[in-house]
């Protein structure tokens, strides 16, 4: 027995919450949420390092139908994003339809019968639709540096805490010096006794603006709800500014003041401070913001090493420059597989290849959503959707209003599957080039992880948010192919049925 539903979502991020949300307020009963974990939450389940918070205001980094007047504070702190999305989800009614500890193996496009068939941990199943939220920072990417299996030690990846673990009075390496590394690194420092931070790119640190939120707030926002949307459309525009800077060089060169302001400030050391100038343009990595990590890196107990690490032994990690550090524990603040989402190699279109067969390492999308060859799959923060300068729960929400309305025009025309034509993905990836086009992140002197091994920009979407948000307004049929259901039979809501094969 295969179980059959109208829809399956992966992932319980703000991306599936939110679209099973969305789907559930438009009357759909007929979906499940496959999450390979045991809690939902996504990005905010997984990442407890200390001192995780996010860089978006809070106000803002939410959804526009769920404003919450109780934040502690500007950013808030891992938790409380957490407890915001199980309130969600609860509030919402979505948790019936969870099914945990269910990872998506494999996913096929079977023509004939006009649906996914879907392998999971726990079984099979099929759906007519298939919407994959699946993170575009949910895999953690560890570096190929030789012996690192060797390692004697205590391991593990900044997405993968290891809370068992004390680190206090050891020697410890942090591999990395990204957005998550920059958090966690002033709250272990005073617990090391030595702190081997190794620097392969100095970041843009900017002051953080992180307060309180005081008692007044939050009484106004609760009391008059326009209060909270107010400032939220006051963040939303300020930060629309920030893209200047990505797009106009006397901008960037102009806002590289503050970084080095901050940085003289905070660094007296002038070795350290060279250490720590960035040596490509503002914005061309992820800009981040915070006040704790210069005076951290100034401890006497921490040391930064800018020579990469070329082994890694049972007991020590080596330096290009041949030095070897004893440590006891190793963390790695090396990201995620963004441009190479593992999901890829796990979905098959029409023709049997997988996307990442497709792809060939830069992935490719209409809209960010929909892909050619791969009929009623829909991508939520899919390629290009990514961001360097505001709350991507923005773009989430632009996505989902599409799927609905594709979801609408099914229905309204009776059609069973629908497709991108491979001509409107091709005219609007030219347009994503010509717009990236130099830009900071293709121009600006640094290797991201927006940019892929081909040397692509397949995970930033180049501009204003706005437009983006207009682009997918509403579901431009012309665009797409639409077909007849293949099998009417087979594709009641909510039965189980047994398909053939
Ligand atoms: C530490 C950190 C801080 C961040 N801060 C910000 C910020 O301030 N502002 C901002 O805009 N963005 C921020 N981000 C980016 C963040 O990832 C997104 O904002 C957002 O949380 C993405 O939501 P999502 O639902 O798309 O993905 P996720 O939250 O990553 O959720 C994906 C879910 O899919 C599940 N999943 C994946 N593959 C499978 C599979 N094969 N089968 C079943 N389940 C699967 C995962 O377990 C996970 O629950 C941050 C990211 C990190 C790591």
Request: net charge negative; aromatic share 10%.
């Amino acid at each position: 027995m295969t179980q059959h539903h109208r829809i399956a979502i992966v992932g319980t991020g703000f991306s599936g919450l939110g679209m099973a949300i969305r789907l559930k307020q438009e009357g759909e009963q007929d979906f499940v949420l496959l999450e390979r974990a045991a809690d939902i939450g996504g990005t905010w389940r997984d990442n407890t390092y200390p001192g995780c918070r996010c860089d978006v205001p809070s106000h803002l980094y939410s959804f526009s139908f769920a404003p919450n007047p109780n934040w502690s504070s500007t950013f808030s702190p891992q938790s409380e994003i957490l407890d915001y999305l199980k309130d969600c989800a609860e509030r919402f009614g979505v948790m019936p339809h969870v099914r945990f500890d269910t990872e998506l193996e494999s996913a096929s496009w079977d023509d004939d019968d006009g649906l996914w068939r879907i392998e999971t941990s726990q079984g099979p199943l099929t759906a007519e639709i298939l919407i994959s939220g699946q993170g575009p920072l949910s895999d953690p990417s560890l570096p190929e540096v030789p012996g690192i299996e060797s390692f004697e030690g205590t391991a593990f990846h900044s997405a993968e805490w290891d809370h068992e673990h004390d680190l206090e009075g050891e020697r410890v390496a942090v591999v990395g010096t990204g957005a998550s590394a920059i958090q966690f690194v002033p709250e272990i420092q005073p617990k090391a006794a030595k702190l081997h931070v190794f620097q392969r790119t100095a970041p843009w640190v900017i002051p953080h603006r992180n307060r309180p939120l005081r008692r007044w707030e939050r009484a106004i926002y609760r009391l008059f709800p326009p209060a909270q949307l107010a400032m939220r459309a006051a963040i939303y525009w300020a930060r629309e500014l920030f893209v200047l800077q990505f797009r106009h060089r006397a901008v960037g060169r102009l806002l590289e003041r503050i970084p080095m302001a901050h940085m003289r400030k905070q660094v007296k050391d002038p070795a350290l401070r060279e250490k720590l100038t960035p040596d490509y343009r503002i914005g061309c990595k992820r800009i981040l913001p915070t006040d704790e990590w210069y005076p951290a890196l100034a401890q006497p107990n921490v040391e930064v090493i800018t020579e990469g690490i070329t082994e890694i032994r049972p007991h020590s990690v080596v330096a290009a420059d041949g030095t070897e550090r004893e440590v006891d524990t190793i963390i790695f603040g090396t990201g995620f597989h963004v441009t190479d989402v593992p999901i890829a190699d796990r979905i098959e279109g029409r023709d049997g290849r997988t996307l990442a067969e497709t792809w060939e390492g830069s992935m490719r999308a209409y809209k960010g959503t929909t892909v050619a060859g791969y009929p009623n799959l829909f991508f939520l923060v899919g390629p290009n959707t990514g961001l360097g300068h505001t709350s991507i729960v923005f773009m989430i929400e632009s996505q989902i209003a599409y799927v609905l309305d594709a979801l609408r025009t099914m229905r309204r025309r009776g059609a069973g599957t629908l497709e991108v034509r491979e001509g409107a993905q091709a005219a609007y990836n030219a347009e994503l080039d010509r717009m990236t086009k130099g830009t900071v992140w293709v121009t600006g002197g640094c290797t991201s992880y927006y940019i892929d091994r081909n040397g692509h920009n397949s995970a930033l979407w180049p501009t204003y948010t706005w437009p983006f948000r207009r682009r997918l307004r509403e579901f431009d049929v012309a665009a797409y192919s639409l077909a007849a259901r293949a099998r009417e039979d087979v594709l009641e809501p909510g039965r189980a049925l047994v398909l053939d094969g």
